[in-house]
């Protein structure tokens, strides 16, 4: 059974930093495609950045230069560094991974965490 848990969510004023934590089990993790997605309320889910085995990531425009992602394979944690956050940030933040390149395109991810809360305030 592959789980995937988020941690790491909170409330922050506007210009702060957030660090999101996303460990993954039950699966070879050090072989899979990881990505950060978030959801707005009445909004679609968009994909925030996507993380091949490697490291190598490919970010949203809109996070670019403020995020940051990395992941730990001998802890099968993915982290997301979020600093200079904005009120357009404000979302539920989801951890999923992939048995493909998947990108951004949340409808390649086999499997989600639950999320968790990220609330910026101006």
């Known amino acids: 059974q592959v789980q995937v848990v988020e941690s790491g969510g909170g409330s922050v004023q506007a210009g702060g930093s957030l660090r999101l934590s996303c460990q993954a089990s039950g699966v070879t993790y050090w072989n899979l495609y990881m990505g950060w997605f978030r959801q707005a309320p009445g909004k679609e889910r968009e994909g925030v950045v996507g993380?091949?085995?490697?490291?190598?990531?490919t970010y949203a425009d809109s996070v670019k230069g403020r995020f940051t992602v990395s992941r730990d394979n001998a802890k099968n944690t993915l982290y997301l560094q979020m600093n200079s956050l904005k009120p357009e940030d404000t979302a539920m933040y989801y951890c999923a991974a992939s048995t493909w390149r998947a990108g951004l395109l949340p409808d390649r991810y086999n499997y989600w965490g639950q999320g968790t809360q990220v609330t910026v305030s101006s």
């Open positions: 993380v091949d085995s490697d490291g190598v990531p």
